[in-house]
């Protein structure tokens, strides 16, 4: 599960990381406390060439009439999203990667959420595995129109897994082209869990059980 990211990078960091051509209208940065609905952003390849830009972070199915119309879809389940029928579509064509800067999670002491903050070990930024889904509201040829997109998860290592039971599905920089379906076949084999030493963990303030909060205090160990 993976609910709420900061994401502290430049575009032009970003650009020159992907080798993407940046969009006009990605979102503000820096923002320390991402959240569900909120305009993320998202590489993903487009005919030959790999672009970076903004989606919604709530993937909606084709048969939502509306983009509320049913659950919120921010994660995706690998263990069951190539049988899904809201994602099976979008696990074969429309997959994508969604950059960060760390993460946050949850475990409980009694009855209080106590938030950590996960980063990569080795500075940088995550890639996590992403799909996306470019939905049109039903009606006439003004309905709306959005590109929203879920975050792929699965099964927590031996670190994570003291946090909680699921972790996002990393993507080191040479599987960066499988998975966009640049290189053929084989995205399937990257839906694994990181290895241990991926990821480093601090605690951090419930300041940031907000999802109102924001300021870089939100990833300071405490």
């Not at 929203?148 to 993507?171: E, Q």
Request: a neutral charge; hydrophobic letters at 40%; proline letters at 6%.
């Amino acid at each position: 599960m993976c609910g709420r990211y900061a994401y502290t990078l430049p575009h032009e960091a970003m650009r020159q990381m992907f080798g993407a051509v940046v969009a006009n209208d990605l979102p503000i940065v820096p923002n320390f406390n991402v959240c569900p609905t909120d305009q993320v952003h998202v590489v993903y390849s487009s005919g030959d060439i790999r672009r970076l830009g903004a989606m919604r972070w709530g993937f909606t199915p084709s048969w939502y009439r509306a983009l509320n119309d049913g659950p919120l879809l921010i994660n995706a389940r690998a263990e069951t999203i190539a049988d899904k029928p809201a994602f099976r579509e979008a696990c074969r064509t429309r997959r994508c990667i969604i950059p960060m800067s760390g993460f946050y999670e949850w475990d409980r002491a009694g009855d209080e959420k106590l938030p950590w903050y996960i980063r990569p070990s080795h500075g940088g930024a995550f890639a996590f595995a992403g799909i996306w889904q470019d939905w049109k509201q039903a009606g006439d040829q003004g309905g709306e129109r959005r590109q929203t997109c879920a975050m792929v998860t699965t099964g927590a290592n031996a670190a994570m897994g003291k946090i909680h039971h699921r972790m996002p599905v990393f993507l080191a920089e040479k599987d960066w082209g499988l998975w966009l379906g640049e290189q053929g076949h084989g995205a399937a084999t990257l839906m694994r869990p990181a290895d241990e030493d991926a990821m480093q963990f601090h605690r951090v303030s419930t300041e940031v059980n907000s999802n109102r909060a924001s300021g870089p205090q939100l990833i300071e160990p405490i």
